[in-house]
C-alpha cells in the first residue's frame, strides 16, 4: 500500500514527536505550516516536506491526504474548520479545543462536509487500554467499588513563555494533562452522574484540581497536578484490581484477584494512532471508533463543568 501522506500543522515537541515515531512505518510528511517559518523549513528539511508561509497555501497546494494539526489547543478550530472546509480529513491533538462549544462546531464541520475527523488522544488507539476497559466490563474485579488515578509533572518547573504555562494558550493542568485521566474514567464507565472539581489558580492558569467523578455505587478521584511528578491508575473492585502504573502511555497493565495474577503487556505510540487514522480515513470514515466524536465532545463537558467550578476563565473568552 502506498504510504500516507499528512500535511503537519505545527513543528514544535509534539510535532517532532510524533514525525520521528510515525516515519518509521508507512508514513510520509508532505507539507508543513508553522506560525514560526523558520521552524517550518527546518522540520520540512528534516523530513522531505514543503514548508508553507500560510495555512491556506498549504491546503491549495494538495499532495496529500490528511492534515495533523499540533497547535496549541487554542488555534485548533481555526486549523481544523479550514481543513475540513477544503475537505481534508484531520487528526487534531487534545484537547481538540478550549471547550465543548468548539468540539460541537467542528464535529459538525465534519458531518456537514463528510470528511474524518478525530482527536489525537493516543491512549485509546492503543489495545492495552481496550484490555483494561474488557477487564472492568466483564466483572473480572466484582462490582467497582472505587478508582483512583494521579497524573503529575512540574510543569511549573518550565520556561513562564511556555504555552503550557500561558493564560493565552489555554495553558494549565485541566485541559493539557487532565484530558487523559477524565477521558480514561469516561470510556471505562461512560458520563458520571455527577462532577465536583475543587483547584488551585494561580497566575491565570489552573496549576493543581482534584476532580470527582461520581458513578452509581462509586467514584473516580483524580488528582492532577502541574506542581509535583507521579502517574498510577489503580481501579479496585468487590473481588480484585487493576493496575495500570503509567496510563496514558501504557505499556503493562495488571489484574489481581483471588485466582492471581495476570498481566497484559502492549504499546501506546504514535505510529499506531497514525496507522490506525490513516485507515480508517483511507475506509471512509467520518470519525474514529478508536476515539468516537462523542466521547471528544463529553470530555470536554467535563472540563467545562470543572472549569465552571474552578472559576477559571481564559482572557480570550467574554
Known amino acids: 500500500m502506498e504510504p500516507f501522506r499528512w500535511a503537519y500543522v505545527g513543528s514544535g515537541s509534539i510535532a517532532g514527536n510524533t514525525a520521528r515515531n510515525i516515519t518509521k512505518g508507512n508514513h510520509l510528511i508532505r507539507a508543513v505550516y508553522s506560525r514560526n517559518a523558520i521552524k517550518a523549513e527546518a522540520f520540512a528539511k528534516k523530513y522531505g516536506a514543503q514548508a508553507y508561509p500560510d495555512f491556506n497555501g498549504l491546503l491549495d497546494s494538495g499532495g496529500f491526504d490528511g492534515v495533523y494539526i499540533a497547535t496549541p489547543h487554542t488555534a485548533h478550530l481555526e486549523y481544523a474548520l479550514k481543513a475540513m472546509e477544503a475537505g481534508y480529513p484531520v487528526l487534531c491533538e487534545k484537547p481538540v479545543g478550549v471547550s465543548a462549544e468548539q468540539a460541537e462546531r467542528m464535529i459538525g464541520a465534519s458531518r456537514e462536509h463528510g470528511v474524518y475527523f478525530s482527536e489525537a488522544m493516543w491512549t485509546w488507539f492503543s489495545d492495552l487500554a481496550y484490555t483494561v476497559k474488557g477487564w472492568t466490563d466483564e466483572g473480572r474485579i466484582g462490582e467497582i467499588a472505587n478508582v483512583e488515578i494521579e497524573y503529575a509533572f512540574p510543569g511549573v518547573m518550565m ?7 500561558m493564560p493565552q494558550t489555554a495553558g494549565g493542568a485541566l485541559l493539557d494533562i487532565g484530558v487523559y485521566p477524565i477521558t480514561y474514567c469516561y470510556r471505562l464507565f461512560g458520563y458520571p452522574r455527577t ?3 475543587t483547584g488551585t489558580i494561580k497566575d491565570g492558569i489552573d496549576v493543581e484540581e482534584t476532580v470527582t ?12 497536578s502541574l506542581t509535583k511528578l507521579g502517574e498510577r491508575c489503580k481501579i479496585t473492585g468487590t473481588e480484585g484490581t487493576i493496575h495500570i502504573p503509567v496510563f496514558h502511555m501504557a505499556r503493562t497493565a495488571s489484574l489481581k484477584t483471588a485466582g492471581g495474577r495476570e498481566t497484559a503487556r ?9 496507522t490506525r487514522a490513516a485507515e480508517e480515513i483511507r475506509q471512509g470514515a467520518t470519525q474514529s471508533a478508536y476515539v468516537p466524536h462523542e466521547a471528544t465532545l ?12 474552578m472559576g477559571l476563565r481564559y482572557p480570550f473568552e467574554a
Open 213 to 224: 467523578l461520581g458513578y452509581d455505587g462509586f467514584s473516580c478521584r483524580l488528582d492532577i
Open 195 to 197: 462532577v465536583a472539581c
Open 159 to 165: 520556561s513562564k513563555n511556555s504555552r503550557l504555562l
Open 298 to 309: 463529553h470530555c470536554l463537558q467535563i472540563m467545562d463543568e470543572c472549569r465552571k467550578q
Open 266 to 274: 502492549g504499546k501506546t505510540d504514535y505510529l499506531t494512532e497514525f
